[in-house]
């Protein structure tokens, strides 16, 4: 990722800026909503090789800041927020994340939790739960 971030340097016009988003390595939680209610079900399974999403996502902050220690980019600021992925069932959730993720990460007992929890609820959503960084930066050098 560093050598994609002094690419993206390289290449950016003067007065410029690049905008990284990306999931910080809080592990993401699977939710049930029912009104204001927020039942969580589970935390995003996480097996700790070097492609799963708490390693790649860290890997994503240590780029960034290495690039900022090299000079080859200055974070003019940086906001984390909680971005939410709702559904109105499990399977259309699942559906989306089969598009978006690597891998799913959520273990059959939570999901299958999660199906019960939301019961055929009026109004009740469940939902994929991450917190997400957010960072604006300008070339360096």
Not at 3 to 11: F, G, S, T, W, Y
């Amino acid at each position: 990722m560093v050598h994609a971030l002094e690419r993206a340097a390289a290449l950016l016009a003067p007065g410029g800026t690049i905008v990284d988003l990306h999931p910080t390595p809080e592990p993401a939680h699977l939710d049930v909503m029912i009104g204001s209610n927020v039942t969580r079900i589970a935390d995003r399974v996480d097996d700790g090789s070097p492609t799963a999403p708490t390693r790649r996502h860290a890997a994503a902050d240590a780029a960034l800041a290495a690039c900022e220690r090299s000079g080859v980019l200055i974070v003019r600021a940086t906001i984390e927020f909680t971005f939410h992925t709702l559904a109105d069932d499990v399977d259309e959730l699942l559906r989306y994340v089969a598009t978006k993720w690597k891998q799913l990460h959520f273990a059959e007992a939570d999901l299958r939790r999660a199906r019960e929890r939301l019961g055929g609820s009026a109004g009740a959503t469940v939902a994929i739960t991450e917190r997400v960084r957010a960072t604006r930066m300008d070339a360096g050098r």
